[in-house]
C-alpha cells in the first residue's frame, strides 16, 4: 500500500512551459486534492475532487487544470508556467466526501516546482 | 468565512521542556479542528483532530489539544519536547462547503535545543 504518490519530486520550468504534475493513490479514496504551500501562508486549496469525473475549484484555481478519469489518479496540469506557480504543491486523498472534514485527508511527499 | 489564526510563526524551545503551540479560529458554526505536522522536507501528517466530541483531544507522540470555545482556540501541547518533534505545525479548519475543504493557518515553525 504506497498511499499517495506524486511524480516529480522536483521541477524546472520555464516561464510559458507546460507540464503536469502526477498524483496516484492506492486507498480507493473518493476525495482528492491540490493544495500549493508557500512561505509563511500555508497550505492553500487549488482544486478538488469529490469522484471520477467530478472536479471543482478551490481558493486559488486560476492557471491549473484537472481531471478525474480514474479513482486513482488526479492530475494537476499548468498550461503555461508562470514565475508565480512557483511552490512546493501537495496532493491529498481521504475516504469519503462528507461535509465538515471528518475524514482524515493523506498527504503526498510533495512536487517542488520552480519557474523561472 | 472560516480563518485560522497561529499566533507565533517561531516557537524555541529545550529538550525536556513543556511545547506551546497556539492557534486561534474564527468559524460561524461548530468547527472541525485539527493539527498537522510536517518534518522537513516531508508531507503532512495528522496529530489530532476535534470533531464536537470530548474537548480535550489527544493525538499521536504525547500531543494534546483543548477545545476552548468561549476563547476560539485550539493550542496544541506536549509536556515534554523532543528532539525529534521539531517540525512545522499547521492548525487547520474544516471549510463550511465540506468536502473535506480544508483552510490552513501560516504555520508554527518549532526548533528543539539540546
Redesign the interface.
Known sequence: NAGVTQTPKFQVLKTGQSMTLQCAQDMNHEYMSWYRQDPGMGLRLIHYSVGAGITDQGEVPNGYNVSRSTTEDFPLRLLSAAPSQTSVYFCASSIGTSGGGYNEQFFGPGTRLTVL | AQS?TQLD?HVSVSEGTPVLLRCNYSSSYSP?L?WYVQHPN?????LL?Y?SAATLVKGINGFEAEFKKSETSFHLTKPSAHMSDAAEY?CVV??L??????I????TRLAVHP
Open positions: 485560522v510563526s472541525s485539527f516531508k508531507g503532512l501528517q495528522l483532530k470533531t499547521f474544516s471549510d462547503g465540506g468536502y473535506n475543504k480544508l490552513f493557518g501560516a504555520g
